[in-house]
């Protein structure tokens, strides 16, 4: 049959029409439907190792405090001048220079060393919380991940439902006609076999939303039956171009410099040795036989002396650990611009391939298959029906794998910049 360009159009708008009617439906009555929104916030709070990096963070900030204090001073008690040899050996009496002694003695190290030590601290507790930000945005995409798989299963399932019906009526024609002697059994056995497809295909469907709900459970705690409407994949939260200009401070890359921050400060520290330390020691002695008592005091200094095989060789090392880490960093950044590329451009692809499927390929593919059925309910052959409805069948298919993929793609990008405007 021909249809004219307004019947055209006409029947794309109402199939438009009943599509999204049809994916709006819940598929199961019960608990009210997750949405993405509630998912994240939960995923988010109760995520284990979250809850462990969080812990990380205050054990380090703990260690941080501590950073460039002055090491614990050294209580030292003995006995001078202790004569060991006759005359008077093994006596405390017999000689006057032996006294007993307490003392105490501190270690200085160098402020530029203190300082250093304060830096590195500071820079690990910063690395640590851009892993942070990192994990959260690994989970982030993840749960919607999970959640994106039951919602996708459902959307098959509600447009492989709704044919179900169509393969009712080509039954009961095929059994009228049979019982009317105009159909042959061949038609009427084909007809059953359709329909048995079809529900083979619906019993896949549901095992597929069994393990769809238990990945979402492994992130949520509890068993999810159907998740509500989804955010709009075919916008982003964050604009191509923002995403592109805001490369380094996607989550993936905040580590990097906070890593460059750890190899500047840990080079700071090399440097620093090659400043002396300082130690000061005090003690008291106190003599027998009346004798005055005696006190010392010292104070010592570290001499960074031959530092070509010492100092400068450990500074050296760390320089080469620093450029290594740059050198990383840059390879890093374009890694990610290019995975962040590909993936604006697969999601853009898919977007239009969507809206070929919504505006041209499956509303064709429906009046082909009504138009089919209709014909065969007037005495014409059933085999074009049985080819029109597995072909709207594998359509409608790849339809869902398209919102899928595209879904997923806005996944991987919505969350890259960890800020407000980059949640759904």
């Not at 003995?78 to 270690?107: C, E, H, K």
């Not at 401070?249 to 080079?267: F, T, Y």
């Not at 005055?292 to 005091?297: E, L």
């Amino acid at each position: 049959m021909l249809f004219s360009s307004f019947a055209h159009r006409a029947s794309v708008g109402v199939w438009t029409a009943v599509l999204f009617g049809t994916l709006a439906a819940p598929v199961h009555a019960g608990d009210p439907p997750l949405t993405l929104d509630a998912a994240l916030y939960k995923a988010v709070g109760q995520a284990p190792s979250l809850m462990a990096h969080h812990a990380h963070v205050a054990s380090m900030e703990q260690e941080a405090i501590r950073a460039g204090r002055l090491p614990d001073p050294v209580l030292d008690i003995g006995v001078d001048n202790f004569p060991v040899t006759s005359p008077g050996a093994f006596s405390g009496r017999s000689d006057p220079m032996t006294m007993r002694t307490i003392g105490l003695t501190q270690a200085i190290p160098s402020r530029a060393a203190r300082t250093a030590d304060i830096a590195l601290a500071r820079a690990q507790v910063n690395a640590a919380d851009a892993e942070g930000a990192d994990e959260t945005q690994s989970i982030q995409q993840r749960v919607t991940t999970a959640w994106i798989a039951l919602w996708a299963t459902q959307q098959q399932r509600a447009l492989l439902t709704v044919l179900q019906a169509e393969s009712d009526v080509a039954v009961r024609t095929a059994q009228a006609r049979l019982h009317g002697a105009e159909g042959s059994a061949t038609d009427a056995l084909a007809a059953h076999a359709e329909e048995a497809a079809l529900a083979n295909r619906l019993e896949q469907v549901d095992a597929d939303l069994a393990v769809a709900q238990a990945g979402l459970q492994r992130w949520l705690g509890e068993t999810v039956t159907q998740v509500a409407d989804g955010p709009d994949f075919s916008a982003l939260p964050v604009s191509p171009d923002r995403l592109e200009q805001g490369i380094d401070q996607q989550a993936p890359m905040q580590v990097w410099h906070a890593r460059e921050q750890v190899a500047q400060a840990a080079l700071d520290q090399a440097r620093a040795a090659k400043h002396p330390d300082w130690n000061v020691s005090f003690r008291y002695g106190r003599r027998a036989q009346d004798l005055s008592d005696m006190v010392m005091v010292q104070v010592g200094v570290s001499l960074p002396l031959f530092t070509r095989n010492r100092q400068d060789r450990g500074i050296s090392a760390k320089e080469d650990q620093w450029e290594a880490v740059q050198d990383a960093h840059e390879d890093a950044r374009r890694e990610q611009r290019e995975a962040v590329a590909k993936a604006v451009a697969t999601w853009e692809g898919l977007g239009r391939q969507i809206q070929r499927y919504q505006d041209t390929l499956l509303p064709l593919d429906r009046d082909r298959a009504q138009t089919a059925l209709a014909a065969y309910r007037g005495g014409a052959p059933l085999q074009p029906w049985l080819d029109a409805r597995r072909d709207e069948i594998e359509l409608r298919l790849r339809y869902v794998d398209a919102l899928t993929q595209r879904a997923q793609m806005w996944a991987a990008l919505a969350f890259l910049l960890p800020s407000p405007e980059s949640r759904p």
